[in-house]
């Protein structure tokens, strides 16, 4: 399995942005997938999950009302709309798989990531 992410970029404060994430080599479609973030000099932090079926998903405080997770099964793809962007929300964003999302988050298999950049 590979996961790749894209839509990562430049975007000015109030802005949006939509990130995919794309998996080849195996299907998505049995697994929670979840999306990170890290900037400079920070820890790696959960910003959002979705269950195998879409139904149950879940939003780090600092991103509620503002970032929506969703998923096409059919193509593979885990999507992270973001809304409003922030300069704090800042970093670079990776995908992983979170095989027994919501009973842990245990990751296994990560995307190399996407930079995103809220700057004026």
């Known amino acids: 399995l590979q996961l790749a992410e894209s839509g990562g970029g430049l975007v000015q404060p109030g802005g949006s942005l939509t990130l995919s994430c794309v998996a080849s080599?195996?299907?998505?479609?049995?697994?929670?997938i979840g999306w990170f973030r890290q900037a400079p000099g920070k820890e790696r932090e959960v910003v959002s999950c979705i269950s195998s079926s879409g139904s149950s998903t879940n939003y780090a405080d600092s991103v509620k009302g503002r970032f929506t997770i969703s998923r096409v099964n059919t193509k593979n793809t885990v999507n992270l709309q973001m809304n409003s962007l922030k300069p704090e929300d800042t970093a670079v964003y990776y995908c992983?798989?979170?095989?027994?999302?919501?009973?842990?988050?245990?990751?296994?298999?990560w995307g190399q990531g996407t930079q995103v950049t809220v700057s004026s």
């Open positions: 992983a798989r979170i095989p027994y999302y919501p009973s842990n988050y245990d990751t296994d298999y």
């Open positions: 080599g195996a299907t998505l479609d049995y697994y929670g």
